[in-house]
């Protein structure tokens, strides 16, 4: 199986202020769609290399996930992954949210992503 992969789309940018390090803070806002499998442990999308979309992030300090299909994503700053879950109710044992499991399909979702860091 293949890890899901993601497709990006930017519909805002701004600078905003000067950081302390004389660097200007860059704000994003994403359209993140998901294509594929998913895999356990997360998507990758590394907003700092270069191919997600038109972006000059250096450094990511803040990213923050909004979806709107009833499931939950979040992002992994430190791993530079998407984390998708959802909720059951019914399954004490499971917990509060439980991750999609490695091989289940997320083609098609859908979340919006503000994004904000240091330009490269």
């Given at each position: 199986?293949?890890?899901?992969s993601?497709?990006?789309t930017?519909?805002?940018s701004?600078l905003?202020?000067?950081?302390?390090?004389?660097?200007?803070?860059?704000?994003?806002?994403?359209?993140?769609?998901?294509?594929?499998?998913?895999?356990?442990?997360?998507?990758?999308c590394?907003?700092t290399?270069?191919?997600?979309?038109?972006?000059?992030?250096?450094t990511?300090?803040?990213?923050s996930?909004?979806?709107?299909?009833?499931y939950?994503?979040?992002?992994?700053?430190e791993?530079?992954?998407?984390?998708?879950?959802f909720?059951?109710?019914?399954?004490?044992?499971?917990g509060?949210?439980i991750?999609?499991?490695?091989?289940?399909?997320?083609?098609g979702r859908?979340?919006?992503?503000?994004?904000?860091g240091?330009?490269?």
């Amino acid at each position: 199986m293949t890890a899901a992969s993601v497709t990006t789309t930017k519909t805002y940018s701004e600078l905003d202020y000067e950081l302390p390090t004389n660097k200007a803070l860059l704000k994003a806002v994403f359209t993140v769609t998901f294509a594929d499998l998913y895999a356990t442990g997360g998507v990758a999308c590394d907003f700092t290399d270069g191919t997600t979309d038109d972006h000059d992030f250096g450094t990511v300090y803040f990213v923050s996930v909004s979806t709107n299909d009833g499931y939950i994503a979040e992002y992994d700053l430190e791993n530079e992954k998407f984390l998708l879950y959802f909720c059951d109710y019914n399954a004490g044992a499971d917990g509060a949210m439980i991750e999609f499991t490695n091989g289940v399909t997320c083609t098609g979702r859908v979340c919006t992503v503000l994004v904000q860091g240091t330009r490269a």
